[in-house]
């Protein structure tokens, strides 16, 4: 690192600045986050919660496990930024490396902590096993760093303050890197917190974004103080308003909700499925499924939810002809005459369903998901979906084309059902 005293080092923020916001930067590290396979979480959870403390990150970087890239990041990361927060790299093996790089960082040794080592050797005797000579790599702190303690884990953080700076090391293990927030981190920066941000979270179902952009535009207009944006998803838009001022967010969440009609899916922290289920619970109601092109997934949504069986009873994939007759009670003759996708299919199956079950909905979907023609669909065309509701004195049948993939067209046919029914049980 350049010597602290260095003409060309970046001038130094101190935390606590009159009119000038602390920065703070999040490294994630770990080579997985720079693949398809696994999303950093953490970085956003960490914003979520210096939200409430009216901070917020004005950087983040994901960096793979390589020991030059860390270092330089590193460095470049402590002449920008008045708060550093790492996570991950602190496990026992070989690529885990982020207390060396930064004690490298500052030219200083690592230390043994006697009392993370006890830890660390009581953690193992508890699950009456002995500890991996590897682990006790996880006791070395950075000297003059402070070790943070990890009641889910054999890693323990790192607190380190140099020249009025504040640099975190946390666990890369999401639930362990929370508990470790809370208890070290948070209590640590709220002397530097200004006014809350809050947040106003409203999911939009069936409607484009560019519809919408247009839709809502004088009612942005009308509120330009608030921080505005819209999440465009597969199967939902997102609007994000976040201002300090509660009653500014409450003046536009009653304009939007007037716009929005019966387009708003919910406001808050819910989610499509989970304003279904509220409805269906508070109503007393019941709901069955019979999927066919969507192969469970409206299922798979609904009982991800603790306490689903409040308004979901169960259902059935009826992938095949034979299981639309077998497990909705469709007649063969019916399916020859109609096909297995179509609007009268569709609704027979939400009908069928309902009366297997004994339920106060049935929903089903059906359609053709690609790559190729379903012989028993009779020429619908790729992405072409039929979703359909029947309950006690309603029925309602959409046809949809669905662009996408495979999994797209399956995903976004299980939204749309589940949004068709939300709506009827807004209108009913």
């Keep these: 690192m350049r010597d602290p005293e260095s003409k060309d080092r970046l001038p130094h923020s101190p935390l606590i600045y009159d009119g000038v916001p602390v920065r703070i930067e999040c490294i994630a590290i770990g080579t997985e986050l720079l ?162 941000v809050h947040t106003l979270r409203m999911v939009v179902c069936g409607v484009p974004e560019s519809t919408l952009d247009q839709r809502t535009e004088a009612i942005r207009d009308r509120h330009p103080h608030l921080d505005w944006t819209i999440l465009a998803g597969l199967t939902q838009v997102e ?81 095949s002809a034979a299981a639309k007759v077998a497990l909705a009670g469709l007649d063969p003759a019916f399916i020859q005459k109609h096909g297995t996708i179509g609007e009268a299919t569709t609704l027979a199956l939400a009908k069928g369903i309902r009366e297997k079950l004994g339920t106060t909905w049935g929903l089903a979907i059906t359609g053709n998901a690609g790559p190729t023609l379903d012989s028993g669909g009779r020429d619908r065309s790729l992405g072409e979906c039929v979703v359909a509701v029947a309950g006690p004195s309603v029925e309602a049948v959409r046809p949809f084309i669905v662009p996408g993939d495979r999994v797209d067209i399956q995903l976004r046919s299980a939204a749309w059902a589940l949004d068709l029914l939300r709506r009827m049980l807004v209108r009913t």
């Design 35 to 196: 693949t398809t396979k696994r999303l950093d979480t953490n970085s956003v959870w960490i914003a979520e919660r210096l939200a409430g403390l009216g901070l917020g990150l004005h950087r983040k970087t994901a960096v793979g496990d390589h020991r030059e890239d860390l270092a330089e990041l590193c460095e470049e990361a402590f002449r920008r930024s008045d708060v550093v927060i790492c996570t991950g790299g602190l496990g026992p093996t070989f690529d885990d490396f982020t207390k060396e790089v930064w004690a490298d960082t500052f030219g200083v040794e690592l230390v043994e902590d006697a009392g993370c080592r006890a830890d660390l050797v009581t953690w193992y005797e508890q699950r009456k096993r002995v500890p991996p000579p590897a682990n006790f790599k996880q006791v070395l702190f950075p000297t003059g760093s402070r070790p943070l303690s990890n009641p889910l884990g054999t890693a323990p953080g790192v607190f380190w303050e140099r020249e009025s700076k504040f640099i975190f090391m946390l666990p890369g293990v999401p639930r362990e890197m929370k508990r470790m927030w809370l208890d070290h981190v948070e209590p640590r920066l709220k002397p530097l917190a200004g006014p809350a």
């Design 239 to 319: 609007f994000v308003l976040r201002s300090s001022d509660p009653s500014a967010l409450d003046a536009a969440r009653e304009e939007l909700a007037t716009e929005l009609g019966d387009d708003l899916a919910c406001t808050g922290s819910g989610d499509l499925e989970s304003m279904v289920l509220d409805s269906l619970k508070a109503r007393g109601e019941t709901l069955a499924v019979a999927e066919s092109m969507s192969g469970g997934l409206v299922a798979a949504r609904l009982t991800a939810i603790p306490g689903a069986s409040g308004g979901f009873t169960g259902g059935a994939v009826v992938y």
